[in-house]
């Protein structure tokens, strides 16, 4: 008998992602354990280095990219995701990966312009490119834009060298990625790893912002999940935003958000409160278990600490929507994984 993680109904009811199996108390493989694909779920995957939370976003993800109905869209900050696009056991894996990526300007509301920007809005500067960003569509009109107030020289300067700022990051551009182009079938791999924090987290706030807007408005037909792998990283920065809007805000519109973290002591508490699947693998350190207690559901008998697996690939999952606790075995991927680390008897010298 399979399970499905998410949902009250069985696996005939709708879409579903193969996860793994059952993790018996000799450590042999039980009965198949799926996850939900057919409504929106908030998922955080967690673990220290080594034991699997990547493998088990591209577990996930390449369920999705075999899913009609849902457009998924990882963000890469490791460049460990393009192997997706590689020859796959059993069924496609249909990907697309995007090495160079680029927003578009209009991709981020006023608001996030600020803040990405570190401006304060009620500023001079802020209010200039508040007022740039909501009637520009590329970085040299939001520029020509603020050219053209009449505001004191200063605040002129100040908004245009820090607009200036964002083009050199070279990760806006009036023909970037909309969320049409995300919002197909197939997976859209988006590899951030050649960008610093602030440009990385640009890119992920334009996505995620883009995504919403775009379900919300209803403009594409398919329910976006958003992949985001060393979550940490991004909720310290601009991307946090749209990250908790999709956390507190997507279920309604279908916009589902899985984060990975080794240190889900780093995210913020409503990014472990508001998942309502929780997959953890081995974690270690005191901070990181007492953020994953502060949440531990009622119906939690024991503490998640004395759950928590020993060995890579084993996970304990909480399921919030059926209110259970499973010990489970990832499954193996049918593509291979971009995540191992290399070592130094691999290496052949001369």
């Not at 496609?92 to 680029?102: G, H, K, S």
């Not at 079938?185 to 960008?195: A, K, W, Y």
């Not at 999952?317 to 995540?339: K, W």
């Amino acid at each position: 008998m399979s399970f499905v993680l998410g949902r009250e109904a069985g696996i005939e009811t709708g879409p579903v992602g193969n996860l793994g199996s059952y993790r018996a108390l000799d450590g042999s493989e039980g009965a198949p354990l799926h996850i939900d694909l057919d409504g929106s779920h908030a998922v955080l995957v967690v673990g220290k280095r080594g034991y699997g939370k990547s493998y088990t976003l591209g577990v996930i993800a390449e369920s999705l990219a075999r899913t009609a109905g849902v457009a998924p869209v990882v963000i890469d900050p490791m460049g460990v995701f393009g192997t997706l696009a590689e020859a796959a056991d059993g069924a496609p894996v249909p990907t697309t990966v995007v090495d160079e990526p680029t927003v578009t300007p209009g991709s981020l509301d006023p608001k996030s312009w600020c803040a990405l920007l570190g401006l304060a809005p009620e500023s001079g500067a802020g209010g200039l490119v508040w007022q740039a960003a909501g009637e520009s569509g590329s970085l040299a009109e939001m520029c020509a834009h603020v050219e053209a107030t009449d505001a004191p020289r200063v605040d002129k300067r100040a908004a245009t060298n820090h607009i200036m700022l964002a083009e050199s990051w070279g990760v806006f551009d009036a023909d970037g990625m909309t969320a049409a182009d995300l919002g197909q079938g197939e997976i859209t791999v988006v590899d951030v790893s050649g960008l610093d924090d602030a440009p990385m987290n640009a890119v992920a706030r334009g996505i995620g912002e883009a995504l919403y807007r775009a379900r919300v408005d209803r403009d594409i037909p398919r329910l976006p999940w958003l992949l985001v792998d060393e979550a940490h990283t991004f909720f310290d920065g601009v991307a946090r935003s749209a990250l908790e809007t999709i956390l507190t805000r997507g279920r309604a519109p279908g916009v589902s958000l899985v984060t990975a973290t080794q240190r889900p002591s780093a995210v913020p508490e409503v990014a472990v409160s508001q998942s309502d699947i929780l997959v953890s693998h081995r974690l270690t350190a005191e901070a990181d278990l007492e953020a994953l207690a502060a949440a531990r559901p009622t119906y939690m008998q024991s503490s998640l600490s004395e759950r928590l697996p020993t060995e890579p690939g084993e996970v304990v999952i909480v399921d919030d929507a059926t209110e259970t606790v499973h010990a489970a075995q990832i499954r193996r991927r049918a593509t291979l994984h971009g995540g191992d680390s290399p070592s130094a008897s691999d290496v052949s010298v001369e």
